[in-house]
């Protein structure tokens, strides 16, 4: 019999209740179980950094933590980056702007990397960016657009502040 | 690929993750999941039970004990790395985990889990080898301490029993007029260390008084540079002093791979043993 348990946890805002195999990564629930297919599972072994949500507000890979461990924790996925009425963050903006995507796979781990990583590290240094996101592979875009987003991003911070 | 069935316990005490280890024997303590979790993931590790010790209140934090600072098993490296006490008191420590992963992987995973999965590459053996700190374990007959040069047994084998869980560490502080060098090499960072090295340097009026150095990476356990440790102290801090003593790495027990031969390592750790020393007498402050 496969060993399961009642679990709770709230993902971008919303509380939700299933029931989950313990083994079932929280990467996997999100995408199976909630249907959250923004957080893409790529190496399942901690090295890519696709997969990467933030639990509690601190970016952690979610093939590496199961779901039952999330019980009663904040989970916030990519889905949860824009606005409610859609309008997307900052930092999306300026991936769209500085192309810091092109097929799209890294990127749900490398927004919400630097979604953590900008809120604490508000004036990052371009080696800073290229430090944080060192845990995140990305094939198409060579990281510039990448790390040109962040930094303006953060630019823009600055100014706002 | 995803773990094999395993069934799950959360136990909330010490005493209670102690007590199912005694009940279960195919067993695997889960901390931060950052080995433990891609073991499982490729079925590398196929345990009949897991037991998570994220729910268990007072074995995480760190704790200014005045001569040492405590530390308890599952505090999280990301935690050691923000602490104020930890960057006052043992600065190498925060210097030694900006090695470690990527600050997504430090924010789950634990001094302690580090210290159990015992990876010959890692940075926190290396440092607990430099910091001669005691570890403490409990079991069904209550805790003990172990020094951590009696800790690792073989390669990736800790000195612990299968019904022992580790629940802190003790690291003494220093203090004085004491520097740090932490210095490491791999093909990239966040990955696992070819070699890596580390140094204390205590210094009073002109010379050096105390002295340790720790190099992890090179063989199945970090090695303290004992001779060269003795060299050094009465000494002048200076570099001619600091290659003398470096040359003595060059002697150690180093492991061969498929990537790294023995005697490049060696030769790394001459190299990285030199420069942790120079880095540590270049920030002697007071604080260690």
Redesign the interface.
Known sequence: MADTRDIEMTVNGESHAANVETRTSLGDFLRHGLGLTGTHMGCEHGVCGACTVMVDGEAVRSCLMLAVQANGHEVTTVEGLAEDDGTMSALQEAFWKHHGLQCGFCTPGMLTSLTAFLRDNPDPSERDVREAISGNICRCTGYQGIVDAALDVAKTMQKGS | ????????H?PTTADEAVALLATHEDAKI?AG??SL??M???RFVVPDD?I?L?RIDGIAGIRDAGESIEIGAMTRQ?DLMRDDVIATKAPIIPAALHWV?????R??GTIGGSLCHLDPAAELPCLMALYDAELTVQGPDGARKIPFAEWPLAYMIPSIGPDELLTGVSVPHWGGNTGHGFVEFSR???DFAIVAAAALLTVDAGKITRAAISIGGADVRPIRLTEAETALVGATPDAGTFKAAAEIARGIEAMSDAYVSSAYRQRLAATLVERALAAAASNLNGSA
Do not use: E, I
């Open positions: 690929m995803k773990p094999a069935p395993f069934t799950y959360d889960l999941g950052q979790m891609p499982l993931n490729m897991v998570d994220n990301r992963g990527h600050f997504q992987t924010n789950r990239r960072h966040g």
